[in-house]
Nanobody, 129 residues
Framework: QVQLVEFGGGLVQTGGSLRLSCAAS????????MGWFRQAPGKEREFVAA????????YYADSVKGRFTISRDSAKNTVYLQMNSLKPEDTAVYYC??????????????????????WGQGTQVTVSS
């Protein structure tokens, strides 16, 4: 079973940057892809970004394109979410997740919360205006 631990949440001003990390307990072959989701108070959890372990293909929600970058370090079983030009609307609890299913349809599959098998505990990101 894959366990995920997130680091890097915190408070940042509008326009600032923050980098989130998600370390997986198992080797990278235990999952095909990793994703980041976020949930603001009173709202549904929404897709942010995802990356495939093999090849490193990346996918982003339109709301974060050009501002956020997802990456991975296979040797450390870790994925990162670099967040730049942060806005107050980015405030949310951010969760990393792993899927053990090969996402052959890319973002069509990876944007769907129910398609992930393992989830981290979440880390709070607050962007002040």
């Amino acid at each position: 079973q894959v366990q995920l631990v997130e680091f890097g949440g915190g408070l940042v001003q509008t326009g600032g940057s923050l980098r989130l990390s998600c370390a997986a307990s198992e080797r990278t072959f235990s999952s095909y892809a990793m994703g980041w989701f976020r949930q603001a108070p009173g709202k549904e959890r929404e897709f942010v970004a995802a990356i495939k372990w093999s090849g490193g293909s990346t996918y982003y929600a339109d709301s974060v394109k050009g501002r956020f970058t997802i990456s991975r370090d296979s040797a450390k079983n870790t994925v990162y979410l670099q967040m730049n030009s942060l806005k107050p609307e980015d405030t949310a609890v951010y969760y990393c997740a792993a899927t053990r299913t090969d996402p052959v349809f890319g973002i069509v599959y990876l944007r769907i919360e129910k398609n992930y098998d393992y989830w981290g505990q979440g880390t709070q990101v607050t962007v002040s205006s």
